[in-house]
């Protein structure tokens, strides 16, 4: 599967308050008065994969962000644009290695004293890709 290219948040994994996990359509959530900011925002996150390997997480720029924070978001290194609407708030690497597609998370940690890898699959899926707690969708 070719995954270059830009891709939307369709679903995403909530959890629930008897602590149960549900996949969420993006439109639901966003609908929903009892789920924090947080994971509103969340569903708005897009995602670029490069030829280059690299992965973008990016996200439009709030239309009431006022220039000065973004123009400190952006001097600061915290973020970049992607193009004149929308920012890049990461970047991280992808790759494909027999045959399965692996995305770098950046978590560094240790299980009974073992190394734990950083990469995670990236799981292709009927209309896209399942990747951490999101199912994507191309944009």
Do not use: C, H
């Not at 290219?5 to 639901?28: F, P, Q």
């Not at 690497?93 to 027999?98: F, Q, V």
């Not at 995670?120 to 009927?126: F, K, R």
């Amino acid at each position: 599967m070719n995954i270059v290219g830009k891709w939307k948040i369709s679903e995403a994994m909530v959890l629930n308050k008897d602590l149960t996990r549900t996949w969420r359509s993006a439109s639901d959530i966003l609908a929903d008065d009892t789920l924090d900011d947080d994971v509103k925002q969340s569903v708005g996150f897009g995602y670029v994969f490069t030829d280059d390997g690299k992965a973008l997480t990016i996200f439009p720029i709030p239309e009431d962000m006022p220039k000065e924070e973004l123009d400190e978001a952006l001097s600061s290194g915290e973020a970049s644009l992607y193009d004149d609407s929308t920012l890049v708030l990461e970047e991280k690497a992808w790759k494909e290695e027999d045959g399965k597609l692996l995305y770098d998370t950046g978590m560094k940690g240790e299980v009974l004293g073992e190394a734990v890898s950083p990469w995670t699959e990236i799981i292709p899926t009927a209309d896209g890709i399942e990747m951490l707690s999101f199912r994507l969708v191309r944009a």
